[in-house]
């Protein structure tokens, strides 16, 4: 079983839409939590840590169930810029520690 | 402006030859990563360094070696490449600030072992 699981899609949704992602993560110990997007043949950027009580970031909302290891990333009003692949990103350590990625969810935002 | 850079960004080479791929950073980071991106893996990390001299080994580290000899140097080597070691290798680094380190990512370098 992988550590970080996630639907690879990929989601066709048209402009406007609101889109969730969900990523599951076996490993009970992971401390940080992220999601990192990756644009085609591209390398991976933060989109945004992922805290316990949930967080926003303009349209991005992401959240965190550590009972059911579970982490998800909304986005709403879907622009074509949104297009690309989400990784969901786990850390067994505070901090230091390498990150564990996703195979990550592909999105297709489209006119 | 503090950038991470990899090189060379492609490269075609012979099964059983040494490759090096270089990775530098001018952020002055402690931690450095490598990473090699395979369809339907994800990333999976190959070699990391928490500073110099510190070298560490990942989830798929055989046929690969890393040094640091200073702070804004990690270079991977293939020390006889093989074809399953085609990929899209990925450095990254981070600062030790604490629970949430970003990383930041290279641009990427693009192996094809014939």
């Known amino acids: 079983r992988k550590e970080v699981e996630q639907d690879p899609g990929p989601f066709n949704v048209p402009e406007g839409a609101t889109v969730a992602f969900n990523c599951t993560y076996s490993n009970s110990a992971s401390q940080s939590f992220f999601w990192y997007r990756q644009d085609c043949r591209k390398e991976p950027k933060l989109l945004m840590s992922?805290?316990?009580s949930g967080n926003e970031d303009g349209r991005f909302t992401a959240q965190l169930n550590r009972a059911s290891q579970y982490i998800s990333l909304l986005i709403r009003d879907s622009k074509l810029s949104d297009s690309a692949t989400y990784l969901c990103?786990?850390?067994?350590?505070?901090?230091?520690?390498?990150?564990?990625f996703g195979s990550g969810t592909r999105l297709q935002v489209q006119p | 402006d503090a950038e991470i850079t990899q090189s060379p960004r492609h490269k075609i080479t012979e099964t059983g030859r040494q490759v090096t791929l270089a990775c530098h950073q001018t952020?002055?980071?402690?931690?450095m990563f490598w990473y090699r991106q395979d369809l339907g893996h994800g990333l999976r990390l190959i070699h990391y360094s928490y500073g110099v001299q510190d070298t560490n080994k990942g989830e798929v580290s055989d046929g690969y070696s890393v040094s640091r000899s200073n702070t804004e140097d990690l270079p991977l080597t293939l020390e006889s490449a093989a074809s399953s070691q085609t990929s899209v290798y990925f450095c990254?680094?981070?600062?030790?600030?604490?629970?949430?380190?970003?990383?930041?990512f290279g641009p990427g370098t693009r192996l094809t072992v014939l």
């Open positions: 952020w002055n980071h402690n931690n």
């Open positions: 992922v805290y316990s």
């Open positions: 990103v786990v850390s067994s350590d505070t901090g230091r520690r390498a990150l564990t």
């Open positions: 990254a680094s981070s600062e030790d600030r604490g629970r949430t380190d970003t990383q930041y």
